[in-house]
């Protein structure tokens, strides 16, 4: 019986040989997504478990490497499907609690995260689907879903669903192209 541990490093590890075929060439981004992989492992248990504390070393090297000297906040227990693509990896911020599809491509200086309600709540923070592709200096904020095969231009802003095939532009984010023109 290979446990839940092994399940989750093979699971890991399939995730990174498909994230590497996205980033053929992107050294930077292979640190990161290696870095990512190994991490989400130990990130994911519970504090009361042993693992947990066990991959603390490798959590605190993930945030010194990625988040400081890198400029990428990527946290190691955010949900991330495999054949994550990253350009430039510059100035990306990503929340925990966003869920990230399979084979999405993000570029640099993107944001995707939750909006401060007005009484000074938290709402949900996105999920993005798969195939999608998130255009440079995009901010993609709120309890939102972007379909599958969706794109975000350059500079969006995204506050509200987009649907699958969607192509969307501008602050705030408006549809070009896709379902119900």
Not at 22 to 35: F, H, M, P, S, Y
Not at 45 to 56: E, S
Request: hydrophobic share 45%; aromatic share 4%; proline share 4%.
């Amino acid at each position: 019986m290979i446990g839940q541990l092994g399940r989750d490093v093979l699971r890991s590890a399939d995730a990174l040989r498909i994230d590497w075929e996205g980033n053929r060439g992107n050294v930077k981004a292979k640190v990161i997504t290696t870095l990512f992989r190994c991490t989400e492992v130990f990130a994911k248990r519970k504090r009361r478990d042993v693992l947990w504390w066990c991959g603390v070393p490798l959590m605190v090297a993930y945030r010194l490497v990625v988040e400081w000297v890198l400029g990428v906040e990527l946290p190691a227990k955010t949900k991330v499907g495999p054949g994550l693509v990253i350009y430039h990896g510059q100035g990306l911020v990503v929340r925990d609690t966003a869920i990230i599809g399979r084979h999405v491509v993000l570029r640099h200086n993107t944001t995707i995260g939750i909006r401060i309600e007005r009484d000074g709540s938290e709402s949900d923070a996105p999920i993005i689907g798969n195939r999608v592709d998130i255009g440079a200096h995009a901010v993609v904020i709120g309890p939102i879903r972007i379909g599958d095969d969706a794109v975000v231009g350059a500079g969006a802003v995204v506050v509200s669903d987009v649907p699958n095939g969607a192509i969307v532009v501008g602050n705030p984010a408006r549809r070009i192209h896709g379902e119900s023109e």
